[in-house]
């Protein structure tokens, strides 16, 4: 059983920062792209950035890049984000996902964590 769990949203002020965590565990044979969702009340569910496993990164849209950072540790299958400079609207519920390929199979498959609150008051 693979399992992905969220953890580091919470209540911040404009301005601020969060890091968000998200750990992966199960029996792993191996991750390839992580990403990070959000998605605000009332909104579709949006990509905001993407990790390849060799680190390779991605912003949606490219601006993000100046406030948000993705990192990732693969020795711990966790994938962070770094929000800084936080807005009003970055208020949303914060998704990881990932392409894992557990024991049990022998493809790739995309994973969800539960989503972790991130809001952000004016």
């Known amino acids: 059983q693979v399992q992905l769990v969220e953890s580091g949203g919470g209540l911040v002020q404009a301005g601020g920062s969060l890091r968000l965590s998200c750990a992966a565990s199960g029996s792993i044979v191996s991750i390839n792209a992580m990403r990070w969702y959000r998605q605000a009340p009332g909104k579709q569910r949006d990509l905001v950035a993407s990790?390849?496993?060799?680190?390779?990164?991605?912003y949606y849209p490219d601006t993000m890049k100046g406030r948000f950072t993705i990192s990732r540790d693969n020795a711990k299958n966790t994938v962070y984000l770094q929000m800084n400079s936080l807005k009003p609207e970055d208020t949303a519920v914060y998704y990881c996902?990932?392409?894992?390929?557990?024991?049990?199979?022998?493809?790739?498959?995309?994973?969800w964590g539960q989503g972790t609150q991130v809001t952000v008051s004016s």
């Open positions: 990790i390849t496993s060799s680190g390779s990164a991605n």
């Open positions: 996902n990932a392409d894992i390929r557990p024991y049990s199979r022998n493809i790739y498959s995309g994973y």
